[in-house]
């Protein structure tokens, strides 16, 4: 098990117009060789947006975008015709395939917060595709067949223990709360890349949210 902390993530974005980012793995001018993927995970950005702030159009291709927002409201457009809000609780995949634009704004009057994650498919190309899930609910798991994995949302009470799937690897993020994971303390942004993993689970310390991605 590989423990990244919070405080080790490469910093980005445009802090000057609103944008501030984190960067779990190797992105844009934080190039490390060691550090380019963990399964199918290429990227696990922490995105923090000003209201009126946002990310003007740009492209992406051969990779499965998801999102989730931890506070406040991301607006979303592309080229495929979407236009969507999308809150906590929202589980919002945008399949780039062979190629598609798209925005991403904070339209609205308080501070957005929200982590996105990229994923490799295992084949490229394809046509572009988008999905929302409205207030996902908990323990139910999400399926990204295009990446061979499964994201799994667990919201904990203090004390609550739920199991890690096995898996060859498993990513790990804690959105809110704390957590024990296998005796380290995980708190809000850190993250467990485990390799392997069998007969593990998380106990949360306080109130907790989790992401845990299942990945071949």
Known sequence: MDVRRAGERYPGGDPVGGIESRHAFSFGAHYDPDNLRFGAMIACNEERLAPGAGFDEHPHSHTEIVTW??????????TAGHETKVCAGDVQRLSSAGGVRHVE???????????????APQEPGGDPAYEIVHGIAD??????????????????????????PDGAHVYVHVVRGEVRLAGEALGPGDAARITDAEDMDAVAVTRAELLLWEMA
């Open 105 to 119: 704004r904070n339209d609205g009057d308080r501070p957005l917060t929200f982590l996105q994650m990229w994923l």
């Open 139 to 164: 323990s139910t798991p999400y399926a990204v067949p295009e990446a061979a994995a499964m994201l799994h949302v667990r919201r904990l009470a203090a004390g609550e223990r739920t199991a890690v």
């Open 69 to 78: 927002v931890v506070e406040g409201e991301l607006t979303h457009r592309d």
